[in-house]
């Protein structure tokens, strides 16, 4: 099998079900996750170890992270505020956690109920409970750069903030971090600058992922300028589902089939089955059927005589 | 005024209004144009030269190139299948007359009823009639490309087809040929590959626009695609509405409104105000209230304190 040009990270069980109102039930998230990693998708966030109070829909993160790493191949990941989620999520053996920091500090706020400091403090804390670990059984730790496109409650996030609390969140023991447009804000030349000033800033190893929010229907235009720029990672939501409760007019992740065909139809492979992946969709559709399901690929189909062998020839038609 | 960038050339009253039944009536049309160029939308194709047997959603066309070209600084475009639509928009007074022509002959019988030979003795006889005319009243001609990334009956059109197809229309006497995705088939390797082939075949000023559909949901990536390898001129519709009856599943063009919003972002001027489209985009709407209108950007509005000026800065936050 050909090596993976982009890993297609898909974010729906947490990012899109956090923000629909209806509580999917446990066993059609397995059955939808089960799905997903059929299709190929070769990452899966599967939920959120938050309060159950705070996020009833995503109560079960647990038991879908034991579920998920059973799934041979696939990578499990899984959002985490603070240290006691993650002391969760390495309980239930994600191989993943996602830290996210608000860089609009309005946003951190109103969101997570702490600043910068607090962050980055709890950031610290979970890298060092992660170093007592053996290697085999640690995570990654990612620090999620929310709103590093701009904020809807502080409008324009200054670069050289986003570069500084990516230093701050390696300098606190991070792996890795990632670009989020959590309000749909970014446009493709900001999408290459913002990348390369932290590439610049911290190395290319330091960030290799972005989640993009369709908002303003800019998602796949931004997802072409990230893997163009050299990203490897992008973060789509099925169906395009998904937002962000605490940032206002924020909604709708990148849709992953869309994604995936632009992908393919450019001749990166992602791994995954366009028509599995359709069949993911009927899964999530049969057990949300009062959620609309956004993107166009699913019902268009792929063009007539489309294969992503023909698309990754060296010899277009 | 700064110089515009890049021209986007709303097709919305002629490949929108094509393919809904509903006939809008010809004070709305005038309304709609009109508020368009209001903000600042420097070409409109305001209608189609085709029998109204077989359009009758088009049948005012005439009346519609007269009342837009009244309009200060607006170039006006109308499509044209034959001569005698041709003699019709010449009479009318347009400044472009665009002569589709389908690469994939399977597409152009089931569409017009010719085959190529059959349309570029058409195109010749359309360009010596303009030759005729003094240079100041002769419109530009267009071939436009139609199925050039792709059929829904053909499947895969060969590049190097799109490449004698754009030779032959210019060797016919056309000023210009256009990219059209007419089937939604395209993506954004394809659209610079394609592009830069017919520059190498026939010069840079053979090829300026692109005509992209967002059946797939690629539109805006093609879009940015189109505009970073050089092409000047997009063409788009209003709320998306447009398609192809003769192209099964083809559905949508890129939305001007989405569209417009990617460019000015990315700091190319376009010339056109955000909130006065979304004024037009009320007008439509007001016209046609049965009609799904598609796109994002209207409804999530322009990013907390985001300028055109600020998006142009060289100095970026």
Request: proline letters at 5%; glycine letters at 10%; hydrophobic letters at 45%.
């Amino acid at each position: 099998m050909a090596a993976i040009d982009i890993e297609v990270s898909e974010v729906g069980p947490r990012d899109g079900l956090q923000s629909i109102t209806a509580i999917m039930p446990t066993a059609a998230k397995k059955a939808w996750i089960s799905a997903l990693a059929t299709a190929g998708v070769p990452e899966i966030e599967v939920g959120s170890f938050v309060p159950a109070r705070l996020l009833p829909q995503l109560a079960d993160t647990a038991e879908l992270v034991a579920y998920a790493r059973a799934i041979d191949g696939l990578k499990v990941a899984a959002l985490v505020p603070n240290l006691r989620g993650a002391e969760d999520a390495i309980a239930a053996g994600a191989d993943k956690l996602t830290v996210p920091l608000s860089v609009s500090e309005t946003h951190s706020l109103r969101n997570v109920r702490r600043n910068h400091t607090q962050m980055l403090a709890e950031v610290r804390r979970i890298a060092e409970r992660l170093r007592d670990l053996p290697a085999a059984q640690r995570p990654k730790l990612e620090g999620g750069l929310s709103t590093a496109f701009g904020c809807t409650l502080e409008g324009p996030i200054a670069e050289s903030q986003v570069v500084a609390m990516a230093e701050a969140l390696m300098q606190a023991g991070c792996d890795e971090v990632g670009l989020s447009d959590t309000t749909g804000y970014a446009n493709p030349v900001q999408v290459r600058r913002l990348t390369e000033k932290i590439w610049r800033a911290l190395g290319r190893d330091s960030l290799t992922g972005i989640h993009l929010h369709n908002t303003r229907g800019q998602g796949l235009a931004n997802a072409l300028a990230a893997v163009e720029v050299g990203l490897t990672t992008v973060d789509a939501s099925m169906g395009g589902i998904g937002g962000c409760p605490a940032a206002p007019g924020a909604s709708g992740n990148i849709v992953t089939e869309d994604l995936v065909f632009l992908l393919e139809a450019m001749g990166l492979n992602t791994g995954i089955d366009f028509e599995r992946l359709l069949a993911a969709r009927r899964v999530l559709a049969g057990a949300l059927p009062a959620v609309e399901l956004y993107g166009f690929s699913a019902a268009a189909g792929l063009p007539k005589g489309f294969t992503p062998a023909s698309a990754r020839s060296a010899q277009p038609v």
